[in-house]
């Protein structure tokens, strides 16, 4: 014969299941803690020219294909595999760090940009790669870049830029150090084109 558990067994095993469910998110969260980084860099290569006001430009934030656009970093295995890299993240999705990044830069040769709309000038950016390519030792950028009159929709100009710098490392702070650089060197490069278009 069964016999019924009584109401305070009951609450007992109760107790005992949350206390479990709750160890167990617990544990869950602390193993998903990741350690989080900036995109940015102790190279001058902004700092490097001096503020000027020029043309408005908009730059709006980057267009980019998951993974590459998430707060995690990518990896390229030799296989042409993408993983993400474990135990570390950006502050925010990697498109955003880039608009700043990209911001930053332009000014820096002496163009007015900003985020807001109401620019004659849109600078259209496309991040394809944004990751550390484990079989060269490099941290690889690919940005597709256009110059488009916001009134017609129409392109100005447009180029793809490649940058590549090495990462011998590729674990936490030496691989987000190396992307910063890149990241660092192709916003420069872009800002210069965009500059002697306008």
Known sequence: ??????????????QATAIVSVAFLVSACAQATRETFDL?????????????SGPAVFVPEPAALAPTSSDRIVVRAGDDSVAILPGVQWSDP?????????????????????????AQTKL???????EIDLA?????IEVSV????SGSGR???????????????HTGSPAV??????????????GQWARARL
């Open 94 to 118: 990697m498109p955003r760090l880039f608009q700043r990044r990209l911001i930053e830069a332009l000014q820096q040769c002496g163009l007015s940009a900003s985020s807001n709309f109401g």
């Open 124 to 130: 259209q950016t496309d991040v394809r790669r944004f």
């Open 155 to 169: 392109a100005k100009a447009a180029r793809i830029f490649v940058e590549e710098t090495p990462a011998p490392e």
């Open 146 to 149: 256009q110059l488009v009159d």
């Open 40 to 52: 940015t860099t102790e190279t001058g290569a902004l700092r490097s020219v001096a503020l000027r």
């Open 136 to 140: 060269r030792n490099l941290a690889v």
């Open 1 to 14: 014969m069964k016999l019924k558990a009584s109401a305070s067994t009951q609450r007992k095993v109760a």
């Open 177 to 190: 150090r190396a992307l910063s650089d890149a990241a660092a060197r192709i916003a420069l490069r872009i």
